[in-house]
C-alpha cells in the first residue's frame, strides 16, 4: 500500500473521530453550564473538567497530529515549537488521569460515606481540588521539558515516542498511571460492596424486599457498566503505548495504539450521556425546545389573539 494512501485512511480515521470527539464534548460542557440545577452538584464540575480536558486533547489533535500525517512534516526535533503540542498535550492527559482517581473517590464518598461528602466536595473545596489536579498535570508533565524525557510526535510511525528509549520518565510514568487504575478500582470496589450489601439487608426486610433488591441490582449493574466503560478504554490506551513498541512494531500497531488516544476522548462522554440520566434529559429538553420553537411560534401567537377575543 503506498504511504499516501495509508496516510489518507490514518488522517481520515482520526478527523473522524477527532470531529465526534470535539462536538461530544462541547455538547456536555454546554449542557452543564447552562443548567443552573446541574451547576448545583459538584461532581458535574468534575465532569465538565474531565470533558474540558479531552476537548483540549482533541484541539492539539487537530492542530498538530493530524496535520503532520497529512503533510508528512516527519519526526518533531527537540528544539521545534511542535514539542509545546506535545507539552500541553500531556498536561490535558495527566490532568485527565488525576480526574479519574478524584471522580472515583467523588462516588465513592457519595455512595459508601454520604455524611462526608459536603466535608469534602463542598463548592470552595471541589474547586481547590480540581485546580490542584491541573497543578498534579503540570507537575507529572514538566519533566518532559528536559531532553532526556523528551516525547516526540512520530508521524511516520503515527505515534509519539521517547527521544531517549530507555528513560527514567517512561517507569514514573508507568508508575503514575498503574497508582491511578489502584485508587480506582479500589472505590468503585467498594461502590459495589455498599451496594451489594444494601441490596442483602432490603431482601431481609420484610417490606418491598423484591423493588428494593431489583432497583438496587440495577443501579449495581449501571456503576459497573460506567466504570467498566470509561476505565477499559484509559487502561488499553496507557498499557499499550508504554509496552506494545517493546513487543513487535509497525506503522498499523503505532497507528492502532494512537488511536486509542482518540477512542479514549470520545468514549468518556458518549458514557456519559447514555448512563447519566439527568444529562440525557437536559439533551433532551434543549433539542425538543429548540425544534419546538423553529416549528411552532405562529400557533403561539394564533392562540394568544384567541384568548384575547
Known amino acids: ?30 449542557l452543564i453550564c447552562n443548567s443552573g440545577e446541574l451547576r448545583k452538584f459538584t461532581s458535574y464540575w468534575i465532569i465538565a473538567s474531565f470533558s474540558l480536558c479531552d476537548a483540549g486533547m482533541t484541539i492539539i489533535s487537530l492542530c498538530h497530529f493530524i496535520p503532520s ?13 511542535l514539542d509545546y503540542f506535545m507539552l500541553f498535550y500531556n498536561l490535558f492527559w495527566y490532568t485527565e488521569i488525576v ?19 459536603t466535608a469534602f466536595f463542598s463548592a ?13 498535570g503540570f507537575a507529572i508533565t514538566l ?29 514514573m510514568d508507568l508508575g ?6 489502584a485508587l480506582t478500582v479500589a472505590f468503585y470496589g467498594g461502590i ?9 439487608k432490603s431482601q431481609q426486610s420484610a417490606f418491598g424486599t423484591g423493588n428494593i433488591n431489583q432497583r438496587n441490582y440495577r443501579m449495581e449493574i449501571r456503576l459497573l457498566a460506567q466504570f467498566f466503560a470509561t476505565s477499559l478504554v484509559y487502561v488499553l490506551t496507557w498499557t499499550c503505548w508504554l509496552w506494545m513498541p517493546n513487543i513487535t512494531f509497525s506503522q498499523w500497531i503505532g497507528f492502532s495504539m494512537t488511536s486509542l488516544f482518540f477512542i479514549n476522548t470520545s468514549v468518556n462522554p458518549t458514557i456519559y450521556l447514555i448512563f447519566n440520566k ?32
Open 192 to 200: 459495589l460492596y455498599e451496594v451489594r450489601n444494601v441490596a442483602r
Open 1 to 30: 500500500m503506498e504511504q499516501q494512501v495509508r496516510d489518507a485512511i490514518v488522517g481520515g480515521t482520526w478527523l473522524t473521530l477527532s470531529a465526534y470527539s470535539l462536538v461530544a464534548n462541547l455538547l456536555l460542557l454546554f
Open 143 to 171: 519533566p518532559t521539558l528536559f531532553p532526556k524525557c523528551y516525547l516526540l510526535w512520530n508521524s511516520q510511525y503515527y505515534i509519539p515516542m521517547y527521544a531517549v528509549e530507555d528513560t527514567w520518565y517512561r517507569y
Open 278 to 309: 439527568s444529562l440525557r434529559q437536559k439533551f433532551y429538553h434543549v433539542v425538543c425546545r429548540k425544534s419546538k420553537d423553529a416549528t411552532t411560534p405562529f400557533m403561539t401567537v394564533k392562540t394568544n389573539e384567541e384568548r384575547e377575543s
Open 124 to 136: 470552595a473545596r471541589t474547586s481547590l481540588l480540581l485546580c490542584l489536579s491541573y497543578v498534579l
Open 99 to 117: 480526574h479519574i482517581a478524584l471522580m472515583a473517590f467523588n462516588r465513592f464518598i457519595c455512595i459508601v460515606y454520604p455524611v462526608y461528602h
Open 69 to 81: 500525517i497529512l503533510a508528512r512534516s516527519g519526526n518533531s526535533r527537540p528544539e521545534a515549537v
Open 176 to 181: 503514575v498511571n498503574a497508582t491511578v487504575v
